[in-house]
Structure formats: C-alpha cells, structure tokens
C-alpha cells in the first residue's frame, strides 16, 4: 500500500516561503537539503508526517509560471472563522469564507488564500471527511 509522503512546489525566495507557511500554518523547517544548484527545505507539523518540500533552485530569478495544471494544496483547522481573522491580520489576504453544498447538506466549509509565489491554499473546516 502507498503511503503519501510529501509535495513539491518551486519557490523563489526560500525565506519569505518559510516565513508564510510558518506563521499561516504552523509549518516548520524539517529538513533542509542543499545541493550545487538547488535547495530542497521539507516542512511539516506536529499534526502530520506529511511534508510540503519547497525547491529553491539558484538560478531562478523571474517567478514561476504556474501554468493551468496546478489545482490547491489544503489543510484543515479546527476553527476557520478564528483561522480567517488571524490569516487576515497576517496580511495574507484570504478570499471570503464559502459554505459548499451537496444534495442539500454541508460538505465543506472553506477560504482561499495565495502563498508568496501564488499557490493556492484551500483551508477548510475539520468536517465530515476533511479531517
């Protein structure tokens, strides 16, 4: 059986990259890599073993074009409401609260926000299958 282990995005400026996923999400320096011409920085809570991994490569200097492959990494906290305000004062800039449906009952509660290089986050309220 496969076990999900981590995923990737390509950041620009390993620092401000460290600094939103730790003061949005708790999300700290696991493990830090570095290699000739990239780094590879693993974070990761103590909610979960899974790890986003941030590439930091060196020759990078214009922002990545995110094409339109790329869908939304989520997390869930136990209170979205408190999540949005404090996300907010941050100064992240999270899009409205979103209550979503299906077949007349709640299936998710949700807010959007943009990481530093424009990756959308999905945070959603621990519910139903979105544990």
Do not use: W
């Not at 696991?30 to 899974?50: G, P």
């Not at 214009?62 to 408190?82: F, R, S």
């Not at 077949?103 to 949700?110: C, D, K, N, T, V």
């Amino acid at each position: 059986m496969a076990k999900a282990i981590h995923s990737m995005i390509r950041v620009l400026d390993e620092q401000r990259s460290i600094e939103f996923y730790s003061s949005a999400f708790n999300l700290g320096v696991y493990d830090r890599l570095d290699f000739e011409t990239f780094t590879l920085v693993y974070l990761r809570n103590e909610e979960t073993t899974f790890e986003l991994e941030l590439t930091v490569n060196k020759s990078q200097t214009e922002p990545y074009d995110l094409g339109n492959g790329y869908g939304h990494l989520a997390v869930c906290v136990d209170d979205l409401d408190a999540e949005h305000q404090r996300i907010d004062k941050l100064g992240y800039a999270p899009k409205d609260i979103v209550d979503f449906d299906h077949e007349g009952q709640l299936l998710a509660r949700f807010f959007f926000i943009k990481d530093p290089d424009g990756y959308d986050i999905e945070v959603l309220q621990r519910h139903g299958r979105f544990q």
